[in-house]
């Protein structure tokens, strides 16, 4: 059991930006790639950024320029800046990570995600 939480998601008006964060709690050993997803009603769920865990990072087409993400090992935390937010982006945020949570079977990993937070983006 490693619970993921999602914070900062809200409402924003078109062009504007939100930051997101994930964080992890419980027992972790290490935590391999991290990645936030979209879900839009009627649609399917979204990869929109993926970091490794060197900090390697790949982004949606659709995002690239716009979105950054980040981690802080330190706090078992992944980020997502959003800028210059669009109506279309409207979205429930989910993160999910890679976890390894037994040291003594470190290449064992397990996927979470989190519930997932809304992001609204409307005048």
């Known amino acids: 059991q490693v619970p993921l939480v999602e914070y900062g998601g809200g409402l924003v008006q078109p062009g504007g930006s939100l930051k997101l964060s994930c964080a992890a709690s419980g027992s972790i050993f290490s935590i391999d790639a991290i990645r936030w997803y979209r879900q839009a009603p009627g649609n399917q769920r979204e990869l929109v950024a993926l970091?490794?865990?060197?900090?390697?990072?790949n982004y949606a087409d659709s995002v690239k320029g716009r979105f950054t993400i980040s981690r802080d090992n330190a706090k078992n935390t992944a980020y997502l800046q959003m800028n210059s937010l669009k109506p279309e982006e409207t979205a429930v945020y989910y993160c999910n990570g890679d976890f390894a949570t037994d040291a003594r079977s470190p290449g064992r990993l397990f996927q979470y995600w989190g519930p997932g937070t809304q992001v609204t983006v409307s005048a």
């Open positions: 970091i490794t865990n060197r900090g390697t990072t």
